[in-house]
Nanobody, 122 residues
């Protein structure tokens, strides 16, 4: 069974940093595109970032570009989201997702984690 387990969320002051981690079952990780999404209260889930299976390519939402960095360690079956210069509007539940596609995309991911809360008070 495929499992994605996020960790690293929490409460951080504006301007601070957090690093989210997503541990995955090994049979999917190394060949899948991995992504991060988020959903704020009362809003739809939105794409945040994604990374190719090799780690050589990444895509970011405009709202996080220059502040967030996605990375992966295929040996540890883990994907990360380093979040710097956090803003109150970054407050959301952050979800890790895996996509069987061979190209990075912002929709139609196949597997999802349960989410981790990130709160940045205003």
């Amino acid at each position: 069974q495929v499992q994605l387990v996020e960790s690293g969320g929490g409460l951080v002051q504006a301007g601070g940093s957090l690093r989210l981690s997503c541990a995955t079952s090994g049979r999917i990780f190394s060949s899948y595109v991995m992504g991060w999404f988020r959903q704020a209260p009362g809003k739809e889930r939105e794409f945040v970032a994604a990374i190719s299976w090799s780690g050589g390519s990444a895509l970011y939402a405009d709202s996080v570009k220059g502040r967030f960095t996605i990375s992966r360690d295929n040996a540890k079956n883990t994907v990360y989201l380093q979040m710097n210069s956090l803003k109150p509007e970054d407050t959301a539940v952050y979800y890790c997702a895996a996509d069987r596609s061979t190209v990075i995309r912002t929709w139609a991911y196949d597997y999802w984690g349960q989410g981790t809360q990130v709160t940045v008070p205003s």
